[in-house]
C-alpha cells in the first residue's frame, strides 16, 4: 500500500500558504506582541492597504493592461510613445488624438481597456487651470 503524501504548512482547504516574509528584527518583535501573533497582524494589515489602496491598484493595473495589448498592436505605430505616455498621464483626449490613425478596432480596445485609468484621473484642461 502506497504510504500517503506527507501535508505541506498551512491550511491548504482553506487556502493557506506558507511563504518566506523577511523582516528587520524590531519588525518581528512588533508583530509578536500583537494580538493573535505574527499572522493576524499581516493579515489585518494586507487588508487594511487593499481596502485604502483599492481605486488606485485598480487604475494602475488598467493602465498596465492597456499598455501592454498597446504595446503588442501598436508598438510600432505612428504615435504610439506619445499615445503612452497620455495613457499614464490619463490623458484621454491627447490618447485618443495620437491614436487617430490607428486600426480602429486597436483603437477601441485599447481605450476599452484604459477606461477605468482614464475616468479616474482628472481631465487634462483641469490640470492646466
Known amino acids: 500500500a502506497a504510504a500517503p503524501a506527507p501535508r505541506g504548512r498551512g491550511r491548504p482547504r482553506l487556502g493557506v500558504v506558507a511563504r518566506e516574509v523577511t523582516l528587520l528584527p524590531e519588525h518581528w518583535d512588533w508583530l509578536a506582541a500583537q494580538p493573535g501573533g505574527a499572522s493576524v497582524a499581516l493579515r489585518k494589515l494586507v487588508h487594511e492597504a487593499r481596502r485604502q489602496s483599492g481605486d488606485s491598484?485598480?487604475?494602475r493595473l488598467a493602465r498596465e493592461?492597456?499598455?501592454h495589448v498597446m504595446s503588442a498592436l501598436a508598438g510600432d505605430l505612428p504615435g504610439f510613445e506619445e499615445a503612452s505616455?497620455?495613457?499614464?498621464?490619463?490623458?484621454?483626449?491627447?490618447?485618443?488624438?495620437?491614436?487617430?490613425s490607428w486600426p480602429p478596432d486597436v483603437r477601441a480596445y485599447v481605450l476599452d481597456l484604459a477606461g477605468t485609468s482614464l475616468e479616474?484621473?482628472?481631465h487634462r484642461q483641469d490640470k492646466e487651470n
Open 85 to 100: 505616455r497620455a495613457l499614464f498621464t490619463g490623458d484621454q483626449g491627447g490618447l485618443a488624438a495620437q491614436m487617430a
Open 57 to 59: 491598484d485598480r487604475v
Open 65 to 67: 493592461r492597456a499598455y
Open 120 to 122: 479616474a484621473a482628472p
